[in-house]
């Protein structure tokens, strides 16, 4: 071993990102590239019922416009959202109705604008509640989750309970938002398909578009060198590159760039979640019943339920409980995956309500979860690989200062600001999926490591060649690697914070396998250099005896302006448990970026859907705000030097998400410790606080405002 592992290596590819030479999909020039620009539908449901080209196609430079009439025929995708143009129908507003390809982008654009498309509308219905008539339990929730769990009889205990909570919390639509928005570059030639995409997994994009095209993925190659985020949105074939290999049948190459505000409409979305949650515990604290019941949304040609109310079978012991999942198909847009699906809504729910206990009993709520922890999987029964909850929770409560904190609610004041402190704990499941890598020696002294992983951002590359350089027993600066194309050894996509762990299991098989190849090799290496190639199917996919899990506590220190209702987030504290720790410096930045997103999520990020247009309202970043630099204080990321010998030969664990899970109700239990005010609605933006603080009794009991705060219960 090198030492490679763990030590806070740099980006390999921070100069070319810096330096702008790192090129990004829609970055691929060739000789007569034409670009493309989507017409999305303007009513909430219906079908097309002509398409009017000719204004469009007398705009300078249109090449031809593309509707469902004349549209290359794809075969029935898996997905129904990649059907694109293929049929008059409108699931939903947004839906691409037409495509115009140009010689250049403005082209396409004045293109597009001019497209005049007649529609018969139909009755919609995009409005959530969970008293909806079409409101139905599903067989199981996003990742395969059974969508009910009971065990014992949560009701009788709930009602037998000494201390007991009984409350509702909504997170409304979320949207992903990466910087780089969804593009794809196309060209056909002679039969073969080149396609350079904004994706977290060349080739699930080979295989989808293999199916739809008919055409032998070996006369596929799909790219994605350099992927300027996802946070799920690009976790699976979006229609941007399937509207560019339909377009580029016309002979030249052709870009697609999604413009940001269609991304909500076509790309997926967090589902907004309505969420019940009764606790009930005995005098000391621990927990007698739990229940956690979700109610979301999904899309009329495609379900997918978010997995809300999962995490609740993880995080405490309780010997009666039900989490249950329900949804209703909309004439929304189709959601899908956004960073820590599941987790993100469940936890936030579920950490406020367990907040809202310790209240109830008077109790720390650090004790109150440290009280409540269990000794196995309670939904499972399996003995947990290594669960340090409690030691994240003390540690984060010893760098935080928590114990000097006053915990009676609005007990501390700075002129017009309200100051609280708020605590949270964080869980992710560990996922590993099968991959292949090759290692090879070269002549030179040098090693090259190949598997088609995808860095979105995460430092994917640097952490890969820490991993090869340690199983090499050689120096990092002596290992090269290549990440990100189909032609490259297979590998799943990057999500569900399995990456690192299933691409560097191979690499690291690979990696060993050519140290002891190269000890027991005579004389000079072959021009060519000396191989070794590693396949982890079979062992990586192998049912585990174990638990595996990430875990977390988040605490958090907010200024609440009594005058403006803002909120203010001074002070962030992470402390996790994540196994071995890779690369100390892409490891803060996942975890820094994590809590990043859950701040956007507690205070500033929020969708609705317009009722009567059927439509995001807040479609792009000029009204979908998410944090900036003002918006940050000061965030500390620590974790635990955890060793867990049953995930794999690294050791790791996936730290893309858990740091966004949790984070939400940290903060929001410090708005609720500062204010007094219980705000189970969110985002907690200026509006809502205002209201609520105008709401809230007085000492006398007389209300210092209207009523109407937006605090309290939500509707349901």
């Known amino acids: 071993m090198t030492g490679s592992v763990g030590a806070p290596a740099e980006r390999r590819e921070g100069r070319e990102k810096v330096s702008g030479s790192a090129r990004y999909a829609a970055e691929y020039h060739s000789p ?145 938002h990466p910087m780089e928005p969804h593009a794809s570059t196309a060209r056909w030639d002679d039969g073969r398909l080149t396609v350079h995409t904004s994706s977290q997994g060349a080739g699930a994009v080979r295989a989808v578009l293999a199916g739809l095209f008919a055409v032998p993925k070996e006369r596929i190659v799909v790219t994605a060198e350099h992927v300027g985020g996802g946070f799920g949105s690009k976790g699976t074939p979006r229609p941007d590159v399937v509207l560019a290999a339909m377009a580029a049948r016309t002979g030249r190459a052709v870009t697609v760039v999604l413009p940001r505000r269609y991304l909500p409409a076509v790309v997926g979305h967090r589902a907004p979640t309505l969420h019940r949650l009764r606790l009930g515990a005995d005098a000391d604290g621990r927990l007698a019943s739990l229940v956690h019941e979700v109610t979301t949304h999904t899309s009329r040609i495609k379900e997918f339920v978010e997995q809300a109310a999962v995490p609740a079978r993880v995080m405490y012991a309780a010997p009666h409980s039900r989490t249950v999942h329900r949804v209703v198909a909309l004439d929304v847009p189709s959601p899908s995956w956004m960073r820590a699906p599941g987790e993100a809504p469940g936890m936030y729910a579920l950490e406020s309500a367990m907040d809202e206990l310790a209240g109830e009993l008077d109790m720390d709520p650090v004790e109150l979860r440290v009280r409540n922890e269990p000794d196995v999987e309670p939904d499972s029964g399996k003995p947990f690989s290594s669960r340090h909850l409690v030691e994240c929770l003390r540690e984060g409560a010893r760098r935080f200062g928590w114990a000097g904190h006053d915990p009676r609610p609005g007990s501390r004041r700075e002129g017009p600001l309200l100051l609280g402190t708020g605590v949270a704990a964080a869980m992710y499941p560990v996922m590993v999926w099968p991959s292949a890598a090759t290692a090879r020696a070269l002549p030179d002294g040098t090693f090259l490591v190949r598997i088609n992983a995808t860095d979105i951002g995460t430092g994917a590359r640097t952490v890969l060649a820490q991993v090869g350089a340690d199983a090499l ?136 859907m317009d009722a009567a247009f059927g439509d995001f309202t807040e479609a792009d970043l000029a009204s979908y705000h998410v944090p900036v630099h003002a918006d940050v204080g000061e965030i500390e990321a620590h974790w635990l030097d955890e060793d867990d010998p049953r995930l794999n030969p690294m050791g790791s664990k996936g730290i893309g998400e858990i740091g966004i899970v949790g984070t939400a109700a940290a903060i929001g239990n410090a708005v609720h410790h500062a204010t007094g005010v219980r705000f189970r609605e969110l985002p907690l933006t200026p509006d809502r606080v205002l209201a609520g603080l105008l709401d809230r009794p007085a000492a006398n009991g007389v209300r210092t405002g209207p009523a109407g705060s937006g605090a309290g219960p939500v509707r349901q």
């Open 32 to 176: 007569g590239r034409a670009q493309a620009w989507p017409v999305p539908a303007t009513v909430a449901r219906g079908r097309v019922t002509g398409v009017d080209t000719a204004a469009a196609m007398a705009v300078p430079g249109v090449l031809a416009v593309l509707t469902h009439e004349n549209a290359p025929r794809l075969a029935e995708p898996d997905d129904p959202t990649l059907a694109v143009l293929q049929d008059p129908r409108v699931p939903h507003r947004g839906w691409f109705v037409a495509l115009v390809v140009a010689e250049t982008l403005e082209a396409a654009r004045a293109g597009a604008t001019a497209v005049r498309v007649a529609y018969h509308a139909e009755e919609h219905d995009v409005e959530l509640t969970a008293s909806h008539p079409g409101v139905y339990v599903p067989e199981e929730a996003n990742g395969g989750y059974p969508a009910v769990r009971e065990q014992g009889d949560p009701d009788e205990a709930f009602g037998t309970s000494a201390a007991r909570v009984d409350v509702a919390y909504r997170v409304p639509p979320l949207h992903n």
């Open 473 to 608: 027993g050689v120096p990092l600066e002596r290992v090269r690697i290549e990440v990100g194309s189909s032609e490259l050894p297979s590998a799943p996509l990057a999500g569900g914070s399995s990456g690192t762990a299933s691409w560097g299991w191979a690499v690291h098989e690979a990696g060993a396998l050519l140290a002891r190849r190269l000890a027991e090799h005579q004389g000079p290496l072959p021009e060519q250099g000396l191989d070794a190639r590693a396949d982890t199917r079979g062992t990586a996919d192998a049912e585990s005896a174990w638990a595996r899990h990430a875990f977390g506590a988040h605490f958090a220190e907010v200024a609440v302006d009594t005058v403006t209702g803002e909120v203010r987030v001074g002070r962030l504290l992470g402390v996790y448990a994540a196994g071995r720790i890779l690369n100390a410096r892409t490891a803060r930045s996942q975890f820094v970026g994590g809590m990043t997103m859950g701040l956007g999520m507690a205070l500033t990020e929020g969708s609705t």
